[in-house]
């Protein structure tokens, strides 16, 4: 049998690359003879679809699992498809990741370990954590409405949103951003037309 692992180098001594789609190579390894053949992941630098397009590229190499750090839902979908095990959470040495593979040290994954796009950009993860609108108007308002505006804390930015590291460094990721900001901007629209219909209509009872 034939294992896939994601790797920063072309030999067993290198270590585990915790992404698999934008991997700097694959090592696929025959786990009894430790027999190996490295592949440069041409899909690394891709500005999408990177994870489908090298989990087609272990798939035709015909292995029966894959050992890798995190393992996004394209990926792991197309991997699944193929009838390929999936184990995340795998670090050390690509030497180490086979060894603990025989000895049965890890348990195939039941779905994907991190959300699509992880790894753009040279470390960036995606968006950050504040895209949302925060955590509601204040009593007054929230009472009034029965729902809250979603205007309060978080609002705007939010705590990392479109800074992460690496953000804007890799194709894809202005586009992405870019994205991201039109989907806010017009959430806030939402907000602000939701805001000005309730004053209007607070405005009317008050008279």
Do not use: W
């Not at 994601?6 to 027999?35: H, K, M, N, W």
């Not at 592949?39 to 272990?58: D, H, K």
């Not at 609002?155 to 479109?162: A, E, I, Q, V």
Request: glycine share 24%; charged share 15%; with cysteine.
């Amino acid at each position: 049998m034939r294992i896939a692992i994601s790797a920063t180098g072309p030999s067993l001594d290198a270590e585990v690359d915790p992404r698999f789609g934008r991997c700097q190579y694959f090592v696929i390894v025959d786990p009894d003879t430790l027999e190996f053949e490295a592949l440069e992941n041409t899909s690394q630098m891709a500005a999408g679809g990177a994870g489908i397009a090298s989990a087609q590229v272990v798939a035709n190499k015909g292995v029966q699992a894959v050992l890798t750090g995190n393992c996004g839902p394209n990926a792991y979908q197309t991997l699944e498809a193929a009838g390929i095990e999936v184990i995340t959470g795998v670090s050390g040495t690509i030497r180490d990741a086979v060894e603990g593979y025989k000895s049965g040290r890890f348990q195939a994954t039941s779905g994907p370990s991190v959300g699509a796009h992880f790894g753009m950009g040279g470390g960036g993860t995606g968006m950050g954590g504040g895209m949302g609108m925060g955590g509601g108007m204040g009593r007054g308002m929230g009472r009034g409405m029965g729902r809250g505006m979603g205007m309060g804390p978080g609002m705007g930015m939010g705590p990392g949103m479109g800074m992460g590291p690496g953000m804007g460094m890799g194709p894809g990721i202005l586009e992405q951003e870019l994205e991201a900001l039109k989907a806010q901007s017009q959430m806030i629209g939402q907000q602000l037309s939701e805001i000005m219909r309730r004053l209007d209509e607070l405005e009317k009872k008050g008279k």
